[in-house]
Every structure is written in structure tokens, then in C-alpha cells.
């Protein structure tokens, strides 16, 4: 089983699934988490994306910003005050 995703803004939940491997832009920079990533409570920058990759290889992106990422266990919450799929 690999890493547990969460993305939600304000108004939704914009996806959640399993993915390999999810980087977010952070105010500290991008950031990678992969399955036993140590534990992350991080600020999303002002203007980014969010790349998941699912375990088939399929990209899923998003804009999502004014927000953070926590990582715990083998769970990637992110919440963002604005979010949206890009592909």
C-alpha cells in the first residue's frame, strides 16, 4: 500500500487516492513524499503546484495555495485555501 493523499481547499475535496510520490511547493521550497517519509508540517507558498504521481504513473496536478502539508504515518494531508486541478 503506498501513500495515503489527501487534497482539500476551502470549498471540497479536490482528490484523494494512493499515490508514489506527491511534491508540493512550500514557502522552504519544494518538497518530495514518498511512502515513510519522516513526519512534515509545512507552509504551501503563496503560488504553487502539487504534482502526485499515482502508483500506475498517472500525473495529477494542481494548483493549490495559502495552505500546508502534513505528513504522518502514511498519510499526506494537504489543505489549501485555494485548490484546483490542473490535468
Known sequence: ?????????????????????????????EIGFMQGHEPVLAILAAEGQVRITEPSGTKVIADARDGFVSMEGQTLTIVAGHATLVS
Request: a negative charge; charged letters at 20%.
Open 1 to 29: 500500500m503506498g501513500l495515503q493523499v489527501t487534497l482539500v481547499s476551502a470549498e471540497e475535496e479536490v482528490w484523494t487516492g494512493e499515490a508514489s510520490l506527491v511534491v508540493a511547493k512550500t514557502t522552504e521550497g
